[in-house]
C-alpha cells in the first residue's frame, strides 16, 4: 500500500489572526474553511483558555489525541508526522479520517497540517505553508520537485553553498550527480533526499503513550500564592484528561509538585506541604476513577486554599499516583431517570476537601445492646482508608460502602427487636449529660422530670474486661423540653450516694 | 381468558392514569407536571397542605421553640417514602439514632451527616446548598438557627432548581421574620401527647386554629398509656428503694451476655 504522510503543527491564535489579515484579497473560500479548520472553541467550555494555551504542553497533547487514528505518530522537529494509509478503512476513507482528526471541538486544538507521499515531504509543505503565511486548501499542493530547499532539514547546513551553484529546488538538487553530491556533501544529504522522494525507507523513533502521566509546567510568571498555581495546573489538568481519555482510564490519586524560587531563603520551611528540600507536594485522591477535570479542579481548589506558599513558584509537576480503567455506566431509557445535580461522591469529596474528613458522616447499624454502641457515625476518611488498607480491589465510592446503594442488610432484625427499637428515641446524645436531682430524688432537666414508663433494664458484661453496664432507662417527661430518655446507673446495688441519673436521648 | 373482563373502549382512558405512576408519561398524552408534593403520612395534615402533602422542589420551613424536637415525629413518614438516596442532615443538633429511625421506616444507610466545626454559619449553608445540587440526594434538612431571608431565598432556588425536598428548622423566634418559604409551620407540644401545628404561611387560605396531632409513634404512645396506671410521683421512689422490683415493671428487656454472678 502506498504510504500517505500528515504532517500537523499546532496553531497559535496570533498566526491564525495574522493568516485572516494577510488574505484580505484572498478568495472568500479560503477563509470560512480556515476558520472552520482553526475554530478555537476549545474542547473544554469549562476552561477559558484556548488553543495551545490551554495546554500544559501542546504538541504532546496533539501526538496523544492523532495515537487514537493511528500508531505511527513521531515528532519531527516542531511537527508530528502521522502515517495514516493503514488506518483509513477503519475510519471510512482519506477525507473522514482528516475530519475526525482535525474536526474543531473534538480535536486539542486547532492545527494545520500538510500530506505527501513521504514525512519529509509532508513536513516541506507544512514548512512552506507556514512561510507563505496563507494556507490556501484550495490549491494543489506544490509538487516536490518545486519545493525549496531550505525546507529540506538535511541540507539546512548546506544551503549557501548550493544557492551558490543555482539549486534552489529539491529538484535541481536531485538532478545534479549523485556521486559528486555525495563527495561534496556526504551521503545523510542524498539519503535524505531519496526518502523525501520516497526511494528510501524512513524510520522515526515512534511515540508511545506514556505508562504513568508526567508533566511539567513552566509558569509565565513566578505566583506568590497557592490559589493562584490553580491557573498552571488548570493546564496540566487538561493535558492529563486527554491522556487519561486515550488510555481509557480514571485516575485515582495525583501528586502535584512546585518548586520553590531557590534563591529564597525560606525554602526550607517545613509544613503538611514543604519537606524542607525546595519542594512542595500536594496529593489529591477520589474515590470514584474520574475523568472529570472540572471536579479534579475544584478539589485542586479546595486543598491549594489551604497552602501557604514560603516562597515563589515557577515550575509546576503534575503526576499520576494511581490511575485503573473505567467501567462503562449504564444509563436509563427514561429521561425522568436522569437527574441533575453532579454526583454523590463529588460533593462528599468536596466537602471533605474544604472542612475536613470528619465534616461527612455516614452510619452503620452494630449488633450491641448499649445505645451508644448500635450505631456509629463514620467519617468519609476513615471509610476511605479502611477500604484502603483491607485492600478490597479498588476503593468504589462511599455511597456503596456505606450500603446506599446497595442496601446491605446490617440487621435482620426480628418483629421483636423492630418493637423494642421503636420505642428508642430519635435523637441521641453525643454524650451523656449528667442530670442535677431535686430533694425529692427525681431527676432535673428544665424543670423536674416525671418518669412516665420504665424501668428498661439494661446490663452487660463482658467475658474480657469490658466496661460493665448496668442501667435502668426511664421515659420521662420535662415540662420544657418534652419526652426525654434518662437512665439511673445501677452499679452496686446498694446506691450508697443515691441514684445517678443521666440525659441519653430525645423523643422527636 | 374467557375469565377476563373484556376491555371496553372507554376503559383506558379512565383507569390507565390512576393505575400508573404520576411520574410516569403517557406518550399519548399531555406531559403533566411532575408530581409536586409528597403525602406527610397523615390525612388531618394532608388536607390542610396544598396539593395534599410536602411541597417537593420547595422550601419548607419548622419553627419550634429551643430545646424542643418534633422533627422526626412530623417528617418520618415521608421521608421513609421519599425514595432510596441519600437523606441529608445538615448541622443537626444531637446525634440522630439510627436504629429507632430504622424502625419507623426511614433505612439507616440512607442517612448522610453533614456538619462543620462552625456549622451555625456560612459553612452549613453552603453545605446545604452543595447537598441540594447533588443529584443523588432525596432530601435536605437543615438545621439553621441563624439564617438570613436572602440566604433562605438562595436554597429555595437550589431546592426548586434540583427538585429537592427541602426542610429548614429554625427556632420559634424567626416567626417574625420575612421568609421565602412556600410553606411555614410552627410546632409546639401541648402536653407530651398532643403536637398542635400553626400554619403561618401556605399557599392557600390561612388557618383558623392549630391543627392537633398525635405527637408520638403509637407504639410508643401505647406504653405511654399502660404506664398511665402506676401514677409517676409513686413509681419513682418504690424504684429507689427496691431496684429488685423491676420483674413487675412494663417494659423489661433484659438480654445480658452473661449474667451478672
Redesign the interface.
Known sequence: MKPYWLAVCPQDAQRAGRDAGVSGYAPLLALPLTSALCGTTSPDAGTELSGAAAWADPLAALAWWSLQFTPWVAQVQQALVLEISASERLFGGRMALLQALLQPGHAPLPMQYAHGDSALLALARLACDALQQVSDLAQPPLPPDALPLHTLAAAQAHLPTLERLGCTTWGQLRALPRGGVARRFGAPLLTALDQAYGAAPEVYAWLRLPEVFEAPLELAAQVESAAAMLFGARRLLAQLQLWLRARQHGVLELELRWQLDARRANTLHRDAWHQGDGYGRLQLRTAEPTQDPRHLERLLAEHLAQVTLPAPVLYLRLRTLETCALRGQSLSLLP?EL??????H??LE??AA???PE???????QDE?R?EC??N?QTLGAQASAVVSTGIGRPSSF?VQ???VS??A?SQ?SAIT?????????????QVRSLACGT???PQW?GPL??????????????DTGP?V?R?YY?A?SP????LWVYRE?LG?A?EQG?AWYLH???? | MSALPAPSPGLPERTAPGLLRADVWRADALAAPRAQTLSSGDTALDAQLPGGGWPVGALTELLQAPGMHNEWRLLLPALARSGSGPVVLVAPPYLPFAPALQAQGLQAQRLLWLGAADSQGAAALWLSEQALRCAAVDAVLAWLPQVRPEQLRRLQWAAAEHYKLLFVLRPSAAQAQASPAVLRLLLDLDDGAALSLHILKRRGPPLDGPLHLAARPAALLRVLASAKPAPAAESAPSLQAAPTQTTSAHIAILQPRRATP
Do not use: N
Request: hydrophobic share 45%; proline share 5%.
Open positions: 425522568d437527574r441533575s445535580g453532579d454526583s454523590l463529588h460533593m468536596r466537602i474544604r472542612l475536613g465534616s461527612v458522616r455516614a452510619v452503620t447499624l445492646h445505645p448500635m450505631q457515625w455511597a456505606t450500603g446506599m442496601g446491605r446490617t432484625a423492630i418493637a423494642a427499637q421503636a420505642l428508642y428515641p430519635t435523637w441521641l446524645l453525643p425529692d430524688g427525681l428544665d416525671a418518669l412516665l414508663a420504665g424501668p428498661q433494664r439494661l446490663e452487660l458484661q463482658a467475658w460493665q448496668q435502668d421515659i417527661h420544657g423540653q418534652g419526652l445501677r446495688l446506691q441514684a436521648g430525645l423523643f422527636a
